[in-house]
């Protein structure tokens, strides 16, 4: 049996195709078990019950998708899924025709109709999870619930249990290259939640620090866990097989030039800011009053380092490839010296 | 001044790099791609031993076009009696490009029926994008309700009239483009549905999918279709298209973060090594495909592979477009975002300077100041 074969059987005794994969099950909707939680209710006692999530492949990108097709306007949609334990699932989400949830609590009551005239569709070709969560996007200011998201989320929390509020930047993804995007339970009104040490720095625009920080302290986030079938992981890997052309092509100091510029006023400002608090603080040279200054300004040096990060990331990418396409020896001898040193800068 | 004046002046240096920077991307873009377009007539042609086809997917050469693995269009027949594709050298009439975002919907769809059912099932959805012109766009899916009548497919027009309405509402700009399925070669039962699908548009695109296929590239091929005269009479048959993938940043991002995340149990510490990895495995492809022109060439002028000298053209044109953008120019605007870009990396560094230099100033002060205490403390007591 040669080298061929081999693989051959080894590939499709990893894809095996025939019975449904462990990896599948997941996909199963069973509608005994589901009904079964509904009816125990484990997280009416325990405002911290639900610990993690986890999002399918098709959601997230549909997520990613939707949220980047509007642009600078927050967008927002409804996620289908189930419940597993501690666990929630997202198996698929779907668009909402509505504008301007920022500013609204009723969006969704608004888009209520449409919500059950799209269930009811779904279900009859084979899709029988129910509406888990809803979801929207905040261009460009981070993960995070606003005012208006905690109270529309408690009032779910309230009606519509299980259900969980997810974020997604849609501008930071394609500035940093990874998936920006939070998973937010609420608690209760007045519970008191038990300290749970620092959550992940991120940086927030000056103009919505102030509703971040007065309201970040009533929820919580989930960890976020993906997933995918088997028929995923082939056609992803063969998708690559066209993709690595986009991937070498783009250019993301010009995709996020506008962001790059938001941001950089964004930090002059928190500078100014930081430099008038820092200069009364010089006068009297309290404790208290040092410890926010320093703050203030350890918090600008971070979100400073990162957009530079960020625009080195972006020129790196512009070298490789002007590395690459332009700069061709003319010499054979010179071929090869370039070949060299080129290979060792790729390793 | 500094931070609004350096940001303004950057707002004027980005649009003017813009052009220039944004014509090396497309630039680039049209070379790779026309790198791998020779691929796709050498594979064919060539009879070289397919390198390390097993294990290695980079190196797969056959992993660039639908047409290569598939062989010829017309070496499709249906199951029973007639062949429903079209000769050969047919060329379809309009350039499809396809969203991974709809793989992924009728991938799933697959999963989620074989899953309920227990064994794999057939499935039906219907196609929506944008046309303009001659080119068609595929950018989202849904699935269609349908009904089995004596053995035929008949799709379910209500349900499709329900959908229809709702997604207008999110998608306004988008419209039925034509239909999917899952299965190997298309048969005739498959233009049964076709049909159908004509009463509710002019000329819809169909797609197929094929989950159990063994090759690693990608499994999906897209048909329009055409009537022809067959015996006198007028039939319908099916053309491939060609199509393209398209790109939208924030989903090749999406793609990235979903096909990469299995195997993510190295926690990467170094952000750079996380940025530059996708760089490297773009860059190793793109390797591989070149080397393989070069095996080529090279054993074309051994004499090991017959002279193709459409596929020498080809080559020789791609050599040709290097250095892709060398104008002066060009350079001149490079070197700008290199300097925009380095005086951005001074500015934060300045700023972690100062950050530091303050927070050491306030540490050396307090020290100073209890240390000035207790002196005037023991001088008051002394």
């Known amino acids: 049996m040669n080298q061929s074969q081999i693989a051959q059987r080894t590939w499709e005794m990893a894809n095996n195709m025939e019975s449904v994969n462990a990896a599948d099950e997941i996909y199963q909707y069973d509608r005994k078990q589901q009904q079964d939680i509904l009816q125990a209710k484990p997280w009416e006692k325990d405002p911290h019950f639900f610990k993690q999530i986890k999002i399918s492949a098709l959601a997230l990108l549909k997520m990613v998708m939707h949220a980047r097709s509007g642009g600078t306007l927050e967008v927002m949609g409804l996620m289908l899924g189930k419940v597993d334990g501690p666990t929630m699932i997202v198996m698929d989400s779907f668009a909402l025709p509505v504008e301007g949830t920022e500013t609204r609590v009723n969006a969704q009551a608004q888009a209520y109709e449409y919500m059950t005239g799209y269930v009811e569709a779904a279900k009859q070709v084979g899709r029988q999870e129910n509406v888990i969560g809803w979801y929207h996007s905040h261009p460009g200011y981070g993960c995070w619930l606003s005012g208006i998201d905690v109270s529309?989320?408690?009032?779910?929390?309230?009606?519509?249990e299980p259900f969980v509020a997810i974020v997604i930047d849609p501008i930071r993804t394609i500035s940093s290259g990874k998936v920006n995007i939070g998973a937010f339970r609420t608690y209760p009104k007045g519970y008191k939640p038990p300290d749970e040490g620092p959550s992940e720095y991120q940086t927030i625009p000056l103009n919505k620090i102030e509703d971040f920080g007065v309201h970040c302290k009533q929820y919580?986030?989930?960890?976020?866990?993906?997933?995918?079938?088997?028929?995923?992981?082939?056609?992803?890997?063969?998708?690559?097989?066209?993709?690595?052309?986009n991937t070498?092509?783009?250019?993301?100091?010009?995709?996020?030039?506008?962001?790059?510029?938001?941001?950089?006023?964004?930090?002059?400002?928190k500078l100014e800011n930081s430099e008038t608090a820092l200069g009364r603080a010089g006068l009297f040279g309290l404790d208290p009053q040092e410890k926010?200054?320093?703050?203030?300004?350890?918090?600008?040096t971070r979100d400073s380092c990162k957009t530079t990060m960020e625009a080195l990331h972006g020129l790196m990418a512009q070298v490789v490839k002007d590395r690459l396409f332009n700069q061709i020896p003319q010499a054979q001898s010179q071929a090869q010296e370039s070949a060299q040193p080129s290979s060792q800068a790729q390793a | 001044m500094s931070a609004k004046d350096m940001a303004s002046m950057e707002?004027?240096?980005?649009?003017?790099?813009?052009?220039?920077?944004?014509?090396?991307?497309?630039a680039v873009e049209s070379t790779s791609q026309a790198a791998s377009?020779?691929?796709?007539?050498?594979?064919?042609?060539?009879?070289?031993p397919q390198p390390a086809q097993s294990s290695a997917s980079s190196s797969s050469l056959s992993g660039l076009c639908v047409v290569v693995a598939g062989g010829s269009n017309s070496e499709v027949v249906s199951g029973d009696g007639g062949t429903v594709m079209a000769s050969a050298g047919t060329v379809g009439s309009v350039s499809?490009?396809?969203h991974p975002l709809v793989i992924l919907n009728i991938s799933e769809h697959w999963t989620r029926q074989r899953a309920q059912e227990g064994k794999p099932v057939q499935v039906l959805g219907a196609l929506i994008g944008k046309q303009t012109g001659r080119h068609i766009e595929i950018m989202n899916s849904f699935e269609l309700s349908y009904d089995e009548l004596g053995g035929h497919i008949i799709i379910n027009r209500d349900y499709y009239t329900v959908k229809e309405e709702q997604y207008k509402q999110v998608f306004s700009d988008m419209d039925l483009l034509g239909w999917y399925t899952t299965g190997d070669t298309p048969g005739p039962p498959d233009l049964l549905i076709h049909k159908q699908v004509c009463d509710l548009l002019d000329s819809p695109v169909f797609l197929k999918l094929n989950p159990m296929a063994r090759h690693t590239d990608l499994p999906v091929s897209i048909f329009e279709s055409v009537l022809d005269l067959v015996n006198g009479a007028p039939t319908m048959l099916l053309v491939e298209l060609q199509y393209t993938l398209a790109t939208e940043e924030a989903e090749r991002i999406g793609v990235d973060h979903v096909a990469r995340m299995s195997s993510h149990d190295t926690q990467e510490s170094s952000l750079v090594?996380?940025?530059?990895?996708?760089?490297?495995?773009a860059i190793k492809m793109l390797a591989s495909r070149v080397r393989l022109i070069a095996e080529y060439v090279r054993a074309s002028q051994r004499g090991e592979v017959e002279f193709n000298h459409e596929i020498l053209r080809q080559v020789n044109a791609l050599t040709h477009r290097l250095p892709v953008l060398s104008s002066d120019k060009f350079r001149g605007e490079f070197y700008n975002q290199c300097n925009d870009v380095a005086l951005m990396s001074y500015l934060g560094t300045i700023t972690k300077c100062c950050n530091t230099m303050n927070r050491f100033i306030n540490r050396f002060n307090l020290l100073h100041e209890r240390l000035a205490m207790g002196r005037r403390m023991r001088g008051l007591f002394f």
């Open chain 2, 11 to 26: 707002v004027d240096e980005d649009v003017a790099a813009e052009a220039t920077s944004s014509s090396q991307s497309l």
């Open chain 1, 248 to 269: 070498l092509s783009s250019s993301s100091l010009i995709t996020n030039a506008e962001y790059m510029t938001r941001q950089i006023f964004d930090l002059s400002d």
């Open chain 1, 152 to 160: 529309t989320q408690m009032l779910n929390q309230n009606y519509q």
């Open chain 2, 273 to 281: 090594a996380e940025n530059l990895q996708a760089q490297y495995s």
């Open chain 2, 37 to 48: 377009g020779i691929i796709n007539v050498v594979a064919p042609t060539s009879p070289l």
């Open chain 1, 292 to 300: 926010k200054t320093e703050d203030k300004l350890s918090r600008v």
């Open chain 2, 96 to 98: 499809v490009s396809l």
């Open chain 1, 220 to 245: 919580y986030s989930l960890d976020i866990s993906y997933f995918k079938s088997s028929l995923d992981k082939k056609l992803l890997d063969s998708l690559w097989n066209k993709y690595w052309v």
